[in-house]
């Protein structure tokens, strides 16, 4: 079946400082990978859509110059959270999908928390 | 403006109960409504989907009722148990484009 992990699960970093998550998908080639940021109140944010050879395109607010993506294979992608503040911290969620399908199948989650 | 719409925020049923999530959007070319469940401390995990082509979609306990001319649906819990309580997120998306989350119902299932 289609499974997504993400690594790290739960991080906690320093105001100011930088951290990297990575998703990786299997039993499926993830052609289109969406990173999303889910507040405590469970709403999702749109970071950015990545397909690969294709451009990254950020949401509004976000920006590759803040979050940096990764997409160089089928069935990984990575995102970092550069100068982390306290505005920052969330659970972090890639769902991966496959082109031509529908489904976007996600991973459980990079919890990021900002001391 | 929010593309989908979730009622209620929460919604609480006794055991055995049938607990009806409401869901509504906004565009009318979105084709595929995908239903997420999502425990605490996990990510969203896929419950069941219909397609705009279809009014009805049903999966054991879980149903989706679809109404396309007003752009709405329903998912129906019937038989609701304990281990149902989780918040579930409708979306929608058409065509491969990105997916619209609502903002998710929270379930609790009484015993």
């Known amino acids: 079946g289609a499974l997504v992990y993400q690594y790290p699960r739960r991080t906690i970093c320093k105001s100011g400082t930088s951290m990297r998550m990575e998703c990786q998908a299997v039993?499926?080639?993830?052609?289109?990978v969406a990173w999303y940021r889910q507040s405590p109140q469970k709403t999702f944010e749109l970071i950015a859509l990545?397909?690969?050879?294709?451009?990254?395109?950020?949401e509004q607010n976000f920006t590759q110059e803040k979050f940096p993506i990764s997409h160089p294979n089928l069935s990984f992608s990575s995102m970092t959270v550069l100068n982390a503040y306290l505005e920052d911290r969330g659970l972090y969620l890639c769902?991966?999908?496959?082109?031509?399908?529908?489904?976007?199948?996600f991973g459980p989650g990079t919890r990021l928390l900002v001391l | 403006q929010q593309q989908v719409r979730q009622s209620p925020q929460s919604l609480t049923v006794w055991e055995g109960e049938t607990a009806i999530l409401n869901c509504s959007y906004e565009?009318?070319?979105?084709?595929?409504f995908p239903w997420y469940q999502q425990f605490p401390g996990e990510g969203p995990a896929l419950l069941i989907a219909i397609r705009s082509v279809s009014d009805k979609k049903e999966d054991g306990r879980f149903t989706i009722f679809f109404n396309k001319r007003e752009k709405k649906l329903s998912l129906h819990i019937t038989d609701s148990q304990p281990g149902d309580s989780a918040t579930y997120f409708c979306a929608a998306s058409s065509s491969n484009n990105r997916i619209f989350f609502g903002d998710g119902t929270q379930l609790v299932v009484k015993p």
């Open positions: 039993g499926f080639q993830a052609t289109s």
């Open positions: 990545s397909t690969v050879n294709s451009a990254i395109k950020y």
């Open positions: 565009n009318s070319a979105f084709d595929y």
């Open positions: 769902g991966a999908r496959e082109r031509g399908r529908d489904t976007q199948y």
